[in-house]
Every structure is written in structure tokens, then in C-alpha cells.
């Protein structure tokens, strides 16, 4: 009982019962398909990048890049799925370019020595630059149809397909956590560097694939992105800046799962329940009715709590 | 000296270039503007390379620095302080503002950038619903000795750029100088010797974030006696960049340089006013930013290992 009353999947699962139960009770349109379907997607498409963050910081380090890779990758894929280069073909390239950039995060990081926030703050804006170079006007569609379009849109029952890809990742990055020999390698990484060196651990290399998968996972995201909404700004804005912001969202869905912000400790299926907490928050706050310029200080606010959550009732570990 | 050396070095080649690229560039006029916005987000850098020194980071500079900007104006306009007077609203807010992330960070143990990046979401959020979101002027008297002390000319330099230098001349001895500069340094290089040898590590990181804080409102003071105006958007890339030039002049965990600290700032505005005048677009100067950020921050860290000429450095 002790040990579920401070398990991090129990206490996110009882927050979001009460953000549900909240805009539940507040709107009866809150438990209706459509607000449901929207919640699903947003929580499926944000997925991609919190699965990746939530290793990366699992290793001890940060990946501040992971929405400009989404960004690069999803135009990168547009157009060249857009001058006839077959799709799987294009996906293959553009995963291949998610790829390069975690292997150039995790080798400046390992050769350099530079903090994993600035290598990757610097290259965050370096791959901005990148989208702003190769897109400077600003609306494109992709023309065509796809494999992709079957695997990604449309639902399976009530739930969106995307949403099903974000349950079998997890599912696979729970697994590669916790029953592999790579798992353990990054959870010993970011528990105790010293230890993880002493026992053979090769560090840089585990970090530097902890990087890669992230960029790979921004890589995939960038792709569903661009398949299921067809356009680069579905919203407002320039492409190049599309999805700015979205890797400090990650992060602070991360570290709402109660996972160790210094690393060594994380729980898949918590960020699951995380992100969808996190994404029907957003989604119940319009249906309050507050004006538009409140939800940002809410957002705030309830990130507070959300990650404060975890520290009810814990020993303070010594800074 | 060496790094204030080699970034100064790197300030002028910048500089040179632009001014060859870019007549323009090379002119009263715009080396005024640099100086003035060099000054601003100098005052934020400041406060930032003591808490980069003990190993945390603050991104809240830019929401700290509109909500300042605003309670300036509310107790100048709204409540009929002299612009003087309100100064003191503006600190107690930024002192208060930095007590609440550095108390949230060390006593909940959330990272300082996680707490600061949400504190910057909340403060600059409750701006947009004040003002919601548009541009608000400031109505009161722009001429008066106050105004004058802190935007005004000196001889051809601005006033606000002999405030900056006045403040880094604080800072080095704050640094160098006080049982709390060694107390910094000691937190941010070892925290089980800092602890050992009895520095109050919490205490010395809350005053760290409480520095970080105020600076920002210092710069709000500056911004609003130059820009009369109020809004939630001003500055909002200051906390990156001012982290960029901590970098760049040296500053990491265990280590603080502030001198070159300024002098990044300087670089960065050169580089930032320079493609802006050149006509690349924020997005391309935030790319170059980020190449100069990597590549000062290897040549730091670097440094003795790297042969430069075939000889070997110690």
C-alpha cells in the first residue's frame, strides 16, 4: 500500500482522474467523443517527443533540440515526398537525418564536454536556422497520398490510429527500459556515473544512443505531424517557427511523470498518463471559458503541481 | 585575461566585418543602439553568470523583466510615485520573484530550469491577461533629471553604458572580492568540500536566483525609461541570450568571468545588430548565436588541449 501510495504512475493516474472528474463535473461536453478525439490526438502527436526526452533525461542529460528536428523533418519530408521520392523512401532519408542529429548532439556532447543543455540549445537554434534557410516562404501541403495515411489517420474503434502508435511505443521504450541490457546501461548512466564507469559501462556510447533515439522518435513525430495535418502550420505562424516551444513542453511533461530530473530513474507508463493529463488539461481549459490570455498563467500553474505531486511525503534529497 | 582577450579579438573581427559588409553598420547611430542594448541585456547576463557559477540557470529573465516593466508603470502612472520611488516597487517584486524560484528549487528539489521556465510561462501569462496582450504608454512626464541619469548622454556615450560598466565593476568585486563571490564559486565547482568546509549552500543559490532576479528588474527600469511602454512580449529571447554570453565569456559551473561575461554581451549584440541591418531574418541570427555559442564554449573547456600551431599548451 505504502509503495502505491508513492509510486509515480499512481499518484499522475489520480491527478489526471481529478483533471478529468474537474472538467467533467464543471462541462458536460468534456466526456464527449470529439473533445476525447482531440485530446487522444494531441496526446498521441506530443508523444513522439516526450518518449524521447523522458530517455535522454533518464541518461542524466537534456536534448533541447527535439522540436526543431520535429520541425526540419516534417518539411524535409513534405518536400520531398512532394517531388515524387516514394514515401517509405522519404521516410527512410528523413529518419536517416534524425539520425545524424542525435549522433551530432551526443558527439559534441561526448567529445567536447560541453553541458548537453548548451550543446543542444545551440543546436535547437542551428536546425531552426536550417528550416528557415530551406523554407523562407511559408505555406506548403504535402500532395500525397501515402502508405503512411492508413497507419496514421483514421481510428481504430473510437481511438485515433496515432494514439494507438503512442500506446505500442510505449510499450517498446517500457521494454527497452526496463528488460534490456541498453535499459540498464542508461539507468546506471544516470544514476551513478562513477558506479556505471566502474562496472564496464560504456558511457559516452550510451549516451550518445540515448540522444540518437530522441532525435529518431522528434524524426518520426515530425513525419506523423506532417501526414496526419498536411500542412506545416496548421494554426498560425511561419514554418520555421513551427512547433518552437513544443521541447520545454516535453520536458515539463517529463519531469510531471516523476521521473529523477537528474536521471537514473523513470517510469514509462507514468509518462504515458502524464501526457495525457497533460494534453486534456489544455484541451478541458477552453471549455471553462476563461479568455484566451489565461491559459498560459493556468498551464503554468498546473505544471507546478502536477510535478510537485511527486514530492509529497519524499525525503528531501540534498541538492 | 585570456578569454577576455580572445572574445574581445572575436567582438572586433565581427564587428569589422560588418562594418565592411554593411556602411551602415559602422555608424553613430548604430553603434549607440548596440551600446544601449548591449547595456540591457548585459544587466541580465550579470545576474546570471553567479547563478550559471553555482551550477543553476534562470530562463525567466524576460517574464520577470515585462511584469517588472509593468509594476514600474502601475506605481508611476497608476499610483502617482516620481519614477524614482517606484524603483523600489520594482525591486521588492524581482527580490521577491527570485526568493520563490530559488525557494521552489532547493526545497522541493526541482531543477532551477524547470522551475524558472514555468515561473517565466506564469509571470510573462498573467502580463498577457493584464494587458491582454497589447502595447500599453507610458503617459507621465519622459524628460525628468531621473530619466536623464539613466538614458541620457555622457559626453557621445550613453548613460546606460557607463550604468553597465559601472555594474560589471559591482559584480567583479562582488565576485573576487566578498566571502559570498568564493562562497559562489565554491557551491558551483565542489558541493561536498563547499558543504565540508560550512557554506551555506541553499542560502548562497537562493541569493544567487534573488541576484538573477533583480538584475532582470534593473534592466525592466533601464527598458522602461527608454521605451516608455509596456507590454508582454519585450525581450523574450533575453534569457537565452544572456545565458549564451555567460558562456562565451567564460562562465560555467565552479567558474565565473565577468568581465568577459560584458564583453559577450557586446559580441552578441554586434552580431545580432549587424544581420538585422544585413536584413537576415531572427530566426538566422539565433543560428549564428548558437554556432558562436558552440564554438566558445568548446574553446573554454577545451582550451589545453587543443595544439595551436604545433605547440603544445600546458
Not at chain 1, 527535439?66 to 517509405?88: E, Q
Not at chain 1, 516523476?258 to 523513470?266: D, E, F
Not at chain 2, 573581427?13 to 540591457?40: G, K, N, Q, R
Request: charge should be positive.
Amino acid at each position: 500500500m505504502r509503495d502505491l501510495l508513492r509510486s509515480p504512475e499512481f499518484r499522475i493516474a489520480l491527478a489526471a482522474i481529478a483533471i478529468f472528474s474537474i472538467f467533467g463535473l464543471k462541462s458536460s461536453s468534456f466526456f464527449t467523443e470529439r473533445i476525447w478525439r482531440g485530446i487522444l490526438i494531441a496526446a498521441g502527436d506530443l508523444g513522439f517527443l516526450i518518449l524521447g526526452e523522458t530517455l535522454v533525461i533518464t541518461a542524466g542529460e537534456i536534448d533541447l533540440s527535439v522540436a526543431s528536428t520535429w520541425a526540419l523533418s516534417a518539411y524535409v519530408f513534405l518536400t520531398i515526398a512532394n517531388a515524387g521520392v516514394d514515401p517509405m523512401l522519404a521516410m527512410i532519408l528523413v529518419l536517416l537525418l534524425g539520425f545524424l542529429i542525435g549522433y551530432a548532439n551526443g558527439f559534441c556532447k561526448a567529445r567536447t564536454g560541453i553541458p548537453s543543455f548548451l550543446v543542444t540549445l545551440a543546436t535547437m537554434w542551428i536546425i531552426r536556422g536550417v528550416v528557415f534557410v530551406i523554407n523562407p516562404t511559408s505555406y506548403s501541403y504535402l500532395k500525397v497520398e501515402t502508405v503512411l495515411n492508413q497507419i496514421l489517420l483514421g481510428y481504430i474503434g473510437m481511438v485515433p490510429a496515432v494514439f494507438i502508435w503512442f500506446i505500442a511505443l510505449t510499450a517498446i521504450f517500457t521494454v527497452l527500459l526496463t528488460r534490456t541490457r541498453f535499459g540498464s546501461h542508461v539507468l546506471a548512466v544516470g544514476g551513478n556515473l562513477t558506479v556505471a564507469r566502474n562496472i564496464g559501462v560504456r558511457i559516452e556510447r550510451t549516451k550518445t544512443l540515448c540522444f540518437i533515439l530522441s532525435s529518431l522518435m522528434a524524426a518520426l513525430g515530425g513525419i506523423a505531424m506532417i501526414v496526419e495535418y498536411k500542412v506545416m502550420n496548421p494554426n498560425s505562424g511561419m514554418a520555421a517557427t513551427f512547433g518552437a516551444g513544443l521541447e520545454f513542453e516535453a520536458i515539463a511533461v517529463c519531469m510531471m511523470s516523476g521521473i529523477s530530473p537528474t536521471g537514473g530513474r523513470a517510469s514509462f507508463p507514468a509518462v504515458f498518463i502524464a501526457t495525457i493529463a497533460y494534453a486534456s488539461f489544455k484541451s478541458g481549459l477552453i471549455l471553462f471559458g476563461l479568455p484566451g490570455y489565461w491559459y498560459l498563467p493556468f498551464t503554468g500553474i498546473m505544471t507546478f503541481i502536477l510535478v510537485g505531486l511527486h514530492l509529497v511525503g519524499k525525503k528531501k534529497t540534498s541538492s | 585575461m585570456r578569454t577576455e582577450i580572445i572574445i574581445s579579438i572575436m567582438a572586433i573581427a565581427v564587428a569589422t566585418i560588418f562594418s565592411i559588409a554593411e556602411p551602415s553598420f559602422f555608424t553613430y547611430d548604430t553603434l549607440v543602439l548596440v551600446a544601449i542594448l548591449s547595456a540591457e541585456l548585459g544587466f541580465i547576463a550579470l545576474g546570471m553568470s553567479f547563478l550559471i557559477a553555482t551550477g543553476e540557470i534562470d530562463l525567466s529573465a524576460a517574464g520577470v523583466l515585462a511584469l517588472s516593466v509593468w509594476v514600474y508603470d502601475g506605481f508611476a502612472t497608476g499610483l502617482g510615485f516620481s519614477l524614482p520611488l517606484a524603483v523600489v516597487a520594482v525591486i521588492a517584486l524581482a527580490i521577491s520573484i527570485g526568493f520563490i524560484h530559488g525557494y521552489i528549487c532547493l526545497r522541493m528539489g526541482i531543477p532551477g530550469f524547470i522551475v524558472t521556465f514555468v515561473g517565466m510561462i506564469i509571470w510573462k501569462g498573467i502580463l498577457t491577461a493584464i494587458t491582454k496582450g497589447e502595447h500599453e504608454g507610458y503617459l507621465g512626464d519622459k524628460t525628468t533629471l531621473f530619466t536623464n541619469v539613466l538614458q541620457g548622454y555622457v559626453g557621445m556615450v550613453p548613460a546606460v553604458f557607463i550604468w553597465f560598466i559601472v555594474f560589471t565593476a559591482i559584480f567583479t568585486v562582488l565576485l573576487t572580492r566578498t566571502r559570498f563571490g568564493s562562497h559562489v564559486l565554491a557551491v558551483g565547482g565542489n558541493l561536498t568540500v563547499a558543504r565540508n568546509i560550512g557554506v551555506r549552500i541553499e542560502r548562497t543559490k537562493i541569493l544567487c536566483f534573488i541576484l538573477s532576479s533583480l538584475m532582470a528588474g534593473v534592466a525592466a527600469i533601464f527598458f522602461f525609461n527608454r521605451q516608455f511602454y509596456v507590454a508582454s512580449d519585450v525581450m523574450v529571447e533575453a534569457p537565452l541570450f544572456a545565458i549564451c554570453a555567460c558562456v562565451v565569456g567564460g562562465c560555467r559551473a565552479g567558474r565565473a568571468n565577468i568581465v568577459g561575461t560584458s564583453i559577450g554581451v557586446i559580441t552578441i549584440i554586434i552580431i545580432q545588430r549587424g544581420l538585422y541591418i544585413a536584413g537576415v531574418p531572427a530566426t538566422l541570427y539565433m543560428a549564428a548565436v548558437g554556432i558562436v555559442l558552440l564554438v566558445f564554449a568548446t574553446i573554454h573547456i577545451k582550451w589545453k588541449e587543443i595544439h595551436w600551431v604545433g605547440v603544445r599548451r600546458k
